[in-house]
């Protein structure tokens, strides 16, 4: 099975800007691998930020964003708010959308 | 308002069986396909199964096929996971989600599950 890639901890400051990387072991992240972005704070449920590599849903804030880098995927957020200080994960299919592998999650600072 | 509520959880023992439950409501749950994550304490994201309309197509991950089962009913707006054989490594928080505009769109609040002796 497929490993997928994230850093484990990263620091923003507030107002600053911040990009979250998730790479797959089998090689470059595609839209062929339909990259997913969640967000979960401290005892909460797990929320979408975005689906398909950039796409979002109506409850995405405007300040997040998702797109490839440098043959990753990669989350960017614009403009760290306090409320933004979460866990981050992402998750790829690399079998056409039917099995999803998530990634270990990347624990967000707004410091 | 989309609202997916989990139960069933609880306390079992290595190689027993729970059956967990997800009603929904607030979205017409015949047309949208379901998944099944979970998160052991402390840990990460792990995605369980997904199910497809009617319940013709099913995936699960390599851990968990042939000892649990992804279902639904339709008529009940109900989503199931048998869990049977079940492992300590099972232990986890048990979240239903749906798909609309891709998987996992809406979460529930999951169910703990813990499998010790």
């Known amino acids: 099975q497929a490993v997928v890639t994230q850093e484990p901890s990263l620091t923003v400051s507030p107002g600053g800007t911040v990009t979250l990387t998730c790479g797959s072991s089998?090689?470059?992240?595609?839209?062929?691998?339909?990259p997913y972005w969640f967000q979960q704070r401290p005892g909460q449920a797990p929320r979408t930020l975005i689906y398909d590599t950039r796409n979002k849903h109506s409850w995405t804030p405007a300040r997040f964003s998702g797109s490839l880098l440098g043959g990753k995927a990669a989350l960017t957020l614009s403009g760290a708010q306090p409320e933004d200080e979460a866990d981050y994960y992402c998750?790829?299919?690399?079998?056409?959308?039917?099995?999803?592998?998530f990634g270990g999650g990347t624990k967000l600072t707004v410091l | 308002e989309v609202q997916l509520v989990e139960s069933g959880g609880g306390q079992v023992q290595p190689g027993g069986s729970l059956r967990l439950s997800c009603v929904a409501s607030?979205?017409?749950?015949?047309?949208?396909?379901m998944s099944w994550v979970r998160q052991a304490p402390g840990k990460g994201l792990e995605w369980v199964a997904n199910i497809r309309l009617d319940g013709r197509d099913r995936d699960y991950l390599d851990s968990v096929k042939g000892r649990f089962t992804i279902s639904r009913d339709d008529a009940k707006n109900s989503l199931y996971l048998q869990m049977n054989s079940l492992r300590v490594e099972d232990t986890a928080v048990y979240y239903c989600?749906?798909?609309?505009?891709?998987?996992?769109?809406?979460w529930g609040q999951g169910t703990l599950v813990t499998v010790s002796s």
């Open positions: 998750c790829l299919s690399h079998s056409g959308a039917r099995d999803w592998v």
């Open positions: 607030g979205f017409t749950f015949s047309h949208s396909w």
């Open positions: 089998t090689g470059t992240v595609t839209s062929g691998h339909y």
């Open positions: 989600a749906r798909a609309a505009d891709g998987w996992f769109a809406d």
